[in-house]
T-cell receptor
């Protein structure tokens, strides 16, 4: 039973294309996140949703648009892909908003390569 | 804004030895959580250990333990009896209580040598 699942695991696409990454969690968590891990392995938050409501929106180009149809799903759509968007994108979830003791449960990541 | 610093980009130790990974952080908050995450070559992010700032007792999970020094803003991870499966990137992370954002350090690449 996968707790946080992301699809696809690998994505290779050309510059200028539009692509989506899907994320689903079956943990019953209220909050979901997107993080970006760059080529130097640095992890940085992009977005956070709590019960379908956008909570955190870091400085991310507006080509990136998250969508949460329900609290178990958080998808990431990227328009007009650029070379610099190449990275690993992690979805994560957590149980209690504002009570972060248990940390996050992460998906296995999506490696996006823009050529 | 909170920052997390891991000053050791890479470390390596012999199997069965003990290794300590360093982490310091900067915050003006009093209520927060600290975490160590492991990222093996499989890329999966795995929670290793967590600490609540108001608890003075250091957290332990089997072979993993922390040395939490709140006044010094230090949160080191000790791995005892290291095993080959401990080879991974290790990330220290900070979360302010009441805020969902997890701030990561730059990571330490740990290699266990057979």
């Amino acid at each position: 039973d996968t707790a946080v699942s992301q699809t696809p695991k690998y994505l290779v696409t050309q510059m200028g294309n539009d692509k989506s990454i899907k994320c689903e969690q079956n943990l019953g968590h209220d909050t979901m996140y997107w993080y970006k891990q760059d080529s130097k392995k640095f992890l940085k938050i992009m977005f956070s949703y709590n019960n379908k409501e956008l909570i955190i929106n870091e400085t991310v180009p507006n080509r990136f648009s998250p969508k949460s149809p329900d609290k178990a799903h958080l998808n990431l759509h990227i328009n007009s892909l650029e070379l610099g968007d190449s990275a690993v994108y992690f979805c994560a979830s957590s149980q209690d908003r504002g009570v972060g003791y248990y940390g996050y449960t992460f998906g296995s990541g999506t490696r996006l390569t823009v050529v | 804004a909170q920052t997390v610093t891991q000053s050791q980009p890479e470390m390596s130790v012999q199997e069965a030895e003990t290794v300590t990974l360093s982490c310091t952080y900067d915050t003006s908050e009093n209520n927060y959580y600290l975490f160590w995450y492991k990222q093996p070559p499989s890329r999966q992010m795995i929670l290793v250990i967590r600490q609540e700032a108001y608890k003075q007792q250091n957290a332990t999970e089997n072979r993993f333990s922390v040395n939490f020094q709140k006044a010094a803003k230090s949160f080191s991870l000790k791995i005892s009896d290291s095993q080959l499966g401990d080879t991974a990137m290790y990330f220290c992370a900070f979360m302010k209580r009441g805020n969902e954002k997890l701030t990561f350090g730059t990571g330490t690449r740990l290699t266990i040598i057979p």
